[in-house]
Protein backbone atom coordinates (compact mmCIF):
# COMPACT_ATOMS: atom_id res chain seq x y z
CA UNK A 1 0.00 0.00 0.00
CA UNK A 2 0.90 3.32 -0.93
CA UNK A 3 0.42 6.79 -0.41
CA UNK A 4 1.16 10.07 -2.68
CA UNK A 5 0.76 13.41 -0.95
CA UNK A 6 1.01 16.68 -2.40
CA UNK A 7 -0.50 20.45 -2.53
CA UNK A 8 -2.93 21.02 -5.32
CA UNK A 9 -1.04 20.89 -8.58
CA UNK A 10 1.64 18.45 -7.60
CA UNK A 11 0.97 16.45 -10.32
CA UNK A 12 -0.85 13.54 -8.02
CA UNK A 13 -2.51 12.28 -11.08
CA UNK A 14 -0.17 12.22 -12.70
CA UNK A 15 1.86 9.47 -10.78
CA UNK A 16 -1.42 7.38 -10.94
CA UNK A 17 -1.71 7.40 -14.53
CA UNK A 18 1.92 6.20 -14.78
CA UNK A 19 0.78 3.43 -12.58
CA UNK A 20 -1.93 2.39 -14.56
CA UNK A 21 -0.25 2.59 -17.29
CA UNK A 22 2.12 -0.31 -16.02
CA UNK A 23 -0.34 -2.09 -14.89
CA UNK A 24 -2.71 -2.52 -17.75
CA UNK A 25 1.01 -2.54 -20.37
CA UNK A 26 2.40 -5.76 -21.54
CA UNK A 27 5.83 -7.36 -19.56
CA UNK A 28 7.45 -6.95 -23.09
CA UNK A 29 6.56 -3.07 -23.04
CA UNK A 30 7.57 -3.48 -19.25
CA UNK A 31 4.10 -3.23 -18.01
CA UNK A 32 2.55 -5.74 -14.86
CA UNK A 33 1.10 -8.15 -17.46
CA UNK A 34 -2.08 -6.92 -18.74
CA UNK A 35 -3.31 -6.57 -15.50
CA UNK A 36 -6.74 -5.37 -14.14
CA UNK A 37 -6.96 -2.09 -12.34
CA UNK A 38 -9.91 -0.56 -10.36
CA UNK A 39 -10.19 3.39 -10.15
CA UNK A 40 -11.97 5.18 -7.38
CA UNK A 41 -12.76 8.34 -9.10
CA UNK A 42 -13.85 10.82 -6.17
CA UNK A 43 -13.72 13.59 -7.20
CA UNK A 44 -15.30 12.64 -10.86
CA UNK A 45 -11.70 13.87 -12.37
CA UNK A 46 -10.18 11.40 -14.31
CA UNK A 47 -9.12 12.00 -17.71
CA UNK A 48 -9.54 9.00 -19.54
CA UNK A 49 -8.42 10.85 -22.61
CA UNK A 50 -5.01 11.90 -21.21
CA UNK A 51 -4.50 7.97 -19.80
CA UNK A 52 -5.88 6.86 -24.00
CA UNK A 53 -2.48 8.98 -24.92
CA UNK A 54 0.34 7.81 -22.55
CA UNK A 55 -0.64 4.35 -24.05
CA UNK A 56 -0.57 4.97 -27.11
CA UNK A 57 2.93 6.66 -26.67
CA UNK A 58 3.62 3.38 -25.79
CA UNK A 59 1.56 0.89 -28.39
CA UNK A 60 0.99 1.63 -31.57
CA UNK A 61 -1.76 -0.71 -32.38
CA UNK A 62 -4.84 1.21 -31.28
CA UNK A 63 -6.68 -2.12 -30.83
CA UNK A 64 -4.62 -3.20 -28.40
CA UNK A 65 -4.87 0.52 -26.63
CA UNK A 66 -8.60 -0.06 -26.28
CA UNK A 67 -8.05 -3.67 -24.95
CA UNK A 68 -5.87 -1.74 -22.32
CA UNK A 69 -8.08 0.53 -21.69
CA UNK A 70 -11.00 -2.24 -20.95
CA UNK A 71 -8.90 -3.30 -18.63
CA UNK A 72 -9.71 -0.49 -15.96
CA UNK A 73 -12.45 -0.02 -14.20
CA UNK A 74 -13.63 3.30 -12.65
CA UNK A 75 -16.14 3.97 -9.96
CA UNK A 76 -17.21 7.32 -9.01
CA UNK A 77 -18.96 7.08 -5.18
CA UNK A 78 -20.66 9.76 -3.67
CA UNK A 79 -19.28 9.34 -0.31
CA UNK A 80 -17.02 8.00 1.81
CA UNK A 81 -19.49 5.22 3.24
CA UNK A 82 -20.42 4.66 -0.19
CA UNK A 83 -16.16 4.21 -0.90
CA UNK A 84 -16.38 1.58 1.99
CA UNK A 85 -19.56 0.06 0.26
CA UNK A 86 -17.91 -0.39 -3.07
CA UNK A 87 -14.63 -2.08 -2.11
CA UNK A 88 -16.30 -4.79 -0.39
CA UNK A 89 -18.03 -5.46 -3.14
CA UNK A 90 -15.15 -6.01 -4.95
CA UNK A 91 -14.51 -9.54 -4.88
CA UNK A 92 -18.08 -10.09 -6.05
CA UNK A 93 -17.32 -7.73 -8.68
CA UNK A 94 -14.34 -9.09 -9.80
CA UNK A 95 -15.51 -13.04 -10.26
CA UNK A 96 -18.77 -11.49 -12.52
CA UNK A 97 -17.11 -8.39 -14.04
CA UNK A 98 -13.01 -8.57 -14.29
CA UNK A 99 -10.82 -10.60 -16.35
CA UNK A 100 -8.26 -11.42 -14.47
CA UNK A 101 -6.61 -10.30 -11.47
CA UNK A 102 -7.16 -6.57 -10.08
CA UNK A 103 -3.30 -5.77 -9.69
CA UNK A 104 -3.69 -2.22 -8.92
CA UNK A 105 -6.45 -0.54 -6.78
CA UNK A 106 -6.92 3.77 -6.89
CA UNK A 107 -8.57 6.17 -4.46
CA UNK A 108 -7.96 9.46 -5.64
CA UNK A 109 -8.61 11.28 -3.31
CA UNK A 110 -8.96 9.84 0.26
CA UNK A 111 -9.71 13.84 1.14
CA UNK A 112 -12.64 14.39 -1.64
CA UNK A 113 -15.18 14.20 1.12
CA UNK A 114 -12.81 15.32 3.74
CA UNK A 115 -15.01 18.05 4.49
CA UNK A 116 -18.42 16.12 4.67
CA UNK A 117 -17.26 13.80 6.98
CA UNK A 118 -15.84 16.40 9.03
CA UNK A 119 -19.21 18.16 9.66
CA UNK A 120 -21.07 14.80 10.50
CA UNK A 121 -18.00 14.79 13.11
CA UNK A 122 -17.58 11.44 12.80
CA UNK A 123 -14.60 8.91 11.30
CA UNK A 124 -16.29 6.13 11.10
CA UNK A 125 -16.82 5.75 7.30
CA UNK A 126 -13.33 6.47 6.73
CA UNK A 127 -12.34 3.59 9.10
CA UNK A 128 -14.61 1.09 7.32
CA UNK A 129 -12.96 2.23 3.99
CA UNK A 130 -9.42 1.31 5.53
CA UNK A 131 -10.64 -2.16 6.56
CA UNK A 132 -11.96 -2.83 3.90
CA UNK A 133 -9.40 -2.09 1.46
CA UNK A 134 -6.75 -4.13 4.00
CA UNK A 135 -9.24 -7.39 3.41
CA UNK A 136 -9.08 -7.04 -0.03
CA UNK A 137 -5.29 -6.13 -0.18
CA UNK A 138 -5.01 -9.45 2.11
CA UNK A 139 -7.17 -11.49 0.02
CA UNK A 140 -6.46 -10.54 -3.46
CA UNK A 141 -2.77 -8.87 -3.43
CA UNK A 142 -2.88 -5.77 -5.46
CA UNK A 143 -0.98 -2.51 -5.00
CA UNK A 144 -3.29 -0.06 -3.73
CA UNK A 145 -2.62 3.65 -4.32
CA UNK A 146 -4.27 6.42 -2.13
CA UNK A 147 -3.79 9.95 -2.89
CA UNK A 148 -4.22 12.27 0.18
CA UNK A 149 -4.77 16.28 -0.02
CA UNK A 150 -1.39 18.05 1.60
CA UNK A 151 -2.10 20.96 3.49
CA UNK A 152 -0.10 21.89 6.50
CA UNK A 153 3.37 21.83 6.03
CA UNK A 154 5.20 20.71 9.17
CA UNK A 155 8.69 21.80 8.35
CA UNK A 156 9.35 25.24 6.50
CA UNK A 157 12.92 24.52 5.78
CA UNK A 158 13.30 24.69 2.20
CA UNK A 159 16.27 22.46 2.11
CA UNK A 160 14.53 19.81 4.49
CA UNK A 161 12.75 16.66 3.60
CA UNK A 162 9.03 17.87 3.23
CA UNK A 163 6.51 17.04 6.59
CA UNK A 164 2.93 17.42 6.25
CA UNK A 165 0.28 17.73 8.97
CA UNK A 166 -2.22 15.02 8.78
CA UNK A 167 -5.36 16.22 8.76
CA UNK A 168 -7.75 13.00 8.08
CA UNK A 169 -8.56 11.19 11.57
CA UNK A 170 -7.18 7.81 10.62
CA UNK A 171 -4.78 7.01 7.94
CA UNK A 172 -2.41 4.09 7.26
CA UNK A 173 1.12 5.34 8.30
CA UNK A 174 4.45 3.59 7.40
CA UNK A 175 5.16 0.18 9.27
CA UNK A 176 9.23 -0.64 10.77
CA UNK A 177 8.12 -3.97 8.96
CA UNK A 178 8.06 -4.48 5.25
CA UNK A 179 5.28 -7.56 6.26
CA UNK A 180 2.86 -5.21 7.83
CA UNK A 181 0.31 -5.68 5.27
CA UNK A 182 -2.19 -3.02 7.13
CA UNK A 183 0.67 -0.29 6.93
CA UNK A 184 1.91 1.82 4.04
CA UNK A 185 4.66 0.22 2.28
CA UNK A 186 6.24 3.41 0.61
CA UNK A 187 4.82 7.14 1.60
CA UNK A 188 5.19 9.57 -1.52
CA UNK A 189 5.27 13.38 -0.99
CA UNK A 190 5.28 15.94 -3.83
CA UNK A 191 6.63 19.05 -3.34
CA UNK A 192 6.40 22.04 -5.49
CA UNK A 193 9.73 24.17 -6.11
CA UNK A 194 9.89 27.41 -8.01
CA UNK A 195 11.56 27.41 -11.00
CA UNK A 196 15.13 28.96 -10.53
CA UNK A 197 14.68 30.70 -14.36
CA UNK A 198 11.24 30.43 -16.05
CA UNK A 199 11.21 31.32 -19.37
CA UNK A 200 9.05 31.37 -22.37
CA UNK A 201 9.28 27.84 -22.83
CA UNK A 202 8.16 27.31 -19.12
CA UNK A 203 5.04 25.63 -18.31
CA UNK A 204 4.88 26.26 -15.14
CA UNK A 205 6.34 28.76 -12.46
CA UNK A 206 7.33 25.88 -10.10
CA UNK A 207 8.77 22.04 -10.25
CA UNK A 208 7.87 19.22 -8.31
CA UNK A 209 10.12 17.20 -6.39
CA UNK A 210 8.86 13.62 -5.10
CA UNK A 211 10.50 12.36 -1.91
CA UNK A 212 10.03 8.59 -1.26
CA UNK A 213 10.22 6.93 1.93
CA UNK A 214 10.24 2.97 2.39
CA UNK A 215 8.76 1.00 5.34
CA UNK A 216 11.56 -0.32 7.42
CA UNK A 217 14.26 1.36 5.50
CA UNK A 218 15.46 5.35 6.92
CA UNK A 219 16.25 6.10 3.38
CA UNK A 220 14.93 8.98 1.64
CA UNK A 221 14.82 8.93 -2.92
CA UNK A 222 13.82 11.84 -4.45
CA UNK A 223 13.23 12.13 -7.86
CA UNK A 224 11.48 14.77 -10.68
CA UNK A 225 8.03 15.02 -11.25
CA UNK A 226 6.82 15.77 -15.19
CA UNK A 227 3.90 16.91 -16.75
CA UNK A 228 1.33 14.94 -18.55
Not at 12 to 35: E, F, H, P, Q
Not at 119 to 135: D, F, I, K, P, T
Request: hydrophobic residues 45%; neutral net charge; aromatic residues 8%.
Amino acid sequence: MLAISGPSGSFKTRLVMDLLVSCVSSIALGGWGNKAAVVFDMQSTFDIASLKQMLSAKVDDSSLVDAALRQIHVFRPQSTAQLAASIVALPRYQRKKVKGDIALVVVDSMSSFYWTDRYSGSSAALEHVLLALRAFRASHRPLIALTNWALTLVDADPSAVPVYKQHLPVFPTLSESPSDTGSLTHDIVLQLQPVAEPNEDTVSANEVTGYIRKSGSNQVVTFPVLEL
